[in-house]
């Protein structure tokens, strides 16, 4: 990224962008108190919610939804409708978003391609919109542990479903923070907008047809990594990477994103994370290494998803990460976002950032010639070698572009700098096959394998 | 309403939990706070195959300790046993001596250590109800694969803090 495009990015506010948030906010106090329990003021907000979407085709049913709820009916259509309601809001504050960010960086992206939806619903989809239901009724302010534990046999059979893991992982996460924060009615704040997030979220995914098929392309080709996003909550772990993609056949280079994921346990952090993802060897291996992977007959979704089966990919060369995205970055082609996918929450665009300043302060920040990016050091991987001080010492960076709390903000993937003289480079993927920093490697044999005790305690005990 | 707090409240990814730290498992596989106790099970040194329930009850302090198949703890007369002394070890080292005591609502003095604060006495209980949430923790590990992105999961990413 250039000091010109920080600049364009992050210069003078979104037309519509405030307004529309600030319509999100209403609706997430509203939440926050419970439907049951508006009054005046939080039915207004919904009201005016259902008023800024009057025009588009979702207006006729939000208007009624917030009329009824607002009168003290409160059925499961309406809220449903509701959540449209703020999904399709943030969906355009989103497109909005999305749209400043290619134009400032010069990034062409495909556009959607609708694949066949095949709706289908049953009794486990019921039982978790029972629930999201309730919970909109109660309102987070009167969440409490059996509101919260509620969904617990739900989960189990949800859990169990491949199918469904989608919104097994969200509603698991949504549950363990309600758990752990109840009751909630003694919270000193609430996580307004997060909680609002994941539950509408979550009820969209719950409706017939909610759960898109993944079938996508076949491809075949180059994959030259760019950095792993680790994403990761108490029972589940996701390693996704960024990655360039050249196609056999010779077609435009694309910006991809390829995806591994594992169900876990609290107790499994930092480095042992990996551990639970060896069933994909090749690309452990290729990211610890920084090594190309060719891959062959390989799903592609429309969202610029490769679907990652670890027996289609063979290790290539030497593969500089850095040097991908100095040569290849700028000019590959970016992916559609699929229309339920579109939330602020999901920008994540790769970017190189070079020749900045980080001034002395609390908070880490690039500095392009006067142009201001924030680096977010609150989203370094435990898993990985990168902390705020290779950040801090650093002088260029391969980082996600995202945005959060009214700002954007550089999540670094990986870093090239200097420390003490000597020249250093750290990506999040380099401990992938296991701690190369033999303070964490000691650190990490000192507590054992925790995926192998734990392992060895389930085939004990589990089958009895 | 000062400004930092309204943009808490108005993030996407705000921390709710913090993620626990790193400890060996091989003694207490399993630690939580849970429905009013501190709770968790302790493997057996002398037979494998055996474990043992130990809960601390918030408030009252009282704890207990049994095996797996409900037989009381052999060690426990007067003071908690060897097992509930694991159990506050491994859950200190989890979530931290303050998580821990303040969940409990035990007064712990400067330097002190929270085992000598758990003085509520033997209260049978029954371990089968953790036992059973220790083996619904295992299963996790033993989910079916799913492949495919989750993009659900970028509200939850890893980090510090």
Redesign the interface.
Known sequence: MLSVQVAELTGEPLKGVNEALDLVTGFDDALVNGFARLGEERAAALTALAGAMAATPVGGRLGEAAGKVAAGSVAEEHVTALAGGRTALLGAVHDALLGSLDAAIGRTRASWEEPPVTAESDNLLSGCRSWLSELAITGWRGVDHDLAAAVDQTMEALLAEPRLRRLAVLLDGLATELRASSPVAAMEKVPARRWADLWARALLLTQAGGLPPAAGEPVSGRLLPLGVDVHEHATAVQAQVHAIFEPADGGPCRLVRTSVAAMKVDTIVGTAVWRLLTGSPVLLKALANHLSLDIKDMPLLNSGDLVWHDDRAALGDLADPFATARIQLGGALAPAVPPLDRHPVRIAEPVLVEGYTVPKGEEVVFDLDGARLTVDVERLPTCGPLTPELVRGSESCIGLVRWDGGRWLLQPLAVQGTVKKKPVTAHNGDWAEGATDPKVAKAEARNGDAVAVLRERAGRLLRK | MNAD?T???????????S????????KV???EM??GRLQGVV?SGSD??R?YVSSIAAGTLTYNCST?NNRPCGGLYGDPCKHLRSLVDEAVL?YGLERVAGYLKAEVPENGSLIYSIQGGVERSQGAAVFSR????????????????????????????
């Open positions: 707090r943009a808490w409240e108005e993030r996407s990814v705000a921390r709710v939990v993620p626990v730290r790193p400890r060996k498992l091989a596989p399993f630690v849970a429905d493997s494998i195959e474990v797996n989890q220790f083996l619904r923790h295992l299963a996790y590990l033993e989910l079916p694969a799913a492949s495919g992105p989750l993009p659900e999961l970028h509200w939850f990413p890893s980090g510090v803090s």
